[in-house]
């Protein structure tokens, strides 16, 4: 009687369930763009990016980000706000890419 070979076992580092700056920056957005790394780490922030402009409305606009601005580009300003605000990456990952657009494109920030 012949046995099957049992499939190879995956093993994942465990992650947080919510991210950190630091989380977001650490497993992530140190990676060049074009790894897989890179790749989560600009969609995460895009992804958290189009929530912030999708729940724009009249006078409540948490950030402002202009439509000219490419997915790049954004992703460049908030690495660079994580890795100049260690302090700040304690807080959540979503608010830490709202810090960092509100610091860059601050004319709607202020305006809430």
Not at 22 to 44: F, I, K, M, T, W
Request: charged residues 15%; proline residues 9%.
């Amino acid at each position: 009687m012949a046995t099957q070979a049992s499939a190879p076992m995956v093993v994942m580092t465990p992650t947080p369930s919510f991210y950190t700056g630091d989380n977001l920056l650490e497993y992530h957005c140190s990676s060049p763009p074009q790894s897989p790394n890179g790749a989560v780490c600009r969609a995460y922030i895009i992804g958290v990016t189009d929530m912030y402009r999708a729940s724009r409305t009249g006078r409540n606009r948490p950030i402002c980000v202009p439509m000219t601005v490419n997915q790049g580009e954004v992703q460049q300003v908030v690495v660079a706000w994580l890795q100049a605000n260690p302090l700040m990456r304690k807080e959540s990952a979503a608010i830490a890419v709202r810090n960092a657009l509100a610091s860059r494109w601050p004319e709607c920030a202020t305006n809430r």
